[in-house]
């Protein structure tokens, strides 16, 4: 079972969602505000936190600011936006902020159990449409050269191919496929991209890939 909270100010909402989602998963809470959203993550510890971007509360920065106020919990907790917005502006907001995926309350049960299994696993959830959003909000528009960067030079031809696909969200083994190597291979690659990049998570590393361009 997936230990999850879901934080919407709209009750009716969270009841219907709770009602959809998949046998798989638990939900462990509610939250209906910033405050109460972040009292209950330190409190529960859930697996997964299904977070609207625009909520009451706090000092009105909605997700983003309970994503910030939850920072210390991030390995042990991950974030997936669920929003009835898709701006490139919110897309951003929160993943800069420290959510893993974003989808749209468009989704249906099954979409949205799928991508909390997804984010619990350790990888990023976008649908198509808000991963361009994303990459279209940090310039990396297709065919566009990747900026110069003295730390990009610190990684081997290998290490940046590595480094693409799970910047991109790619599972370890999805990596494997595409460059014809071993999973073992891939985590050797990962740990030593992260290690030269003086990063320590595939988030920030997707974080930093999309800053630079290199998507």
Known sequence: MTRVLIVDDHSIFRSGLRADLDDAIEVV???????????????????????????????????AEVLKRSADLFERVKFLALS?????EDVVGVIRAGARGYITKGSSG??????????????????????????????????EQAVHD???????????????????????????????????????????????LQLSSRHELTAWALERKLL
Do not use: C, N, Q, W
Request: charged content about 25%; glycine content about 10%; cysteine-free.
């Open 29 to 63: 809470g509610e939250a209906e505000d910033v405050d109460s959203a972040v009292r209950l993550i330190a409190e529960l510890e859930p697996e997964v936190v299904l977070l609207d971007v625009h909520l009451p509360g706090g000092a009105g920065g909605g997700g």
């Open 84 to 88: 009835v917005s898709d701006s490139a």
């Open 110 to 143: 099954a979409e949205v159990s799928a991508a909390v299994a997804t984010v619990a696993s350790g990888d990023a959830v976008f649908s198509p449409r808000l991963a361009g959003f994303v990459l279209d909000a940090f310039g990396a528009v297709s065919g």
């Open 150 to 196: 003295d730390e990009l030079d610190r990684l081997s031809a290998r290490e940046r191919e590595v480094m693409r696909l799970i910047a991109r969200g790619y599972a370890y083994k999805e990596v494997a496929s595409e460059l014809f190597i071993s999973i073992k291979t891939v985590e050797t690659h990962v740990s030593a991209v992260l290690r030269k």
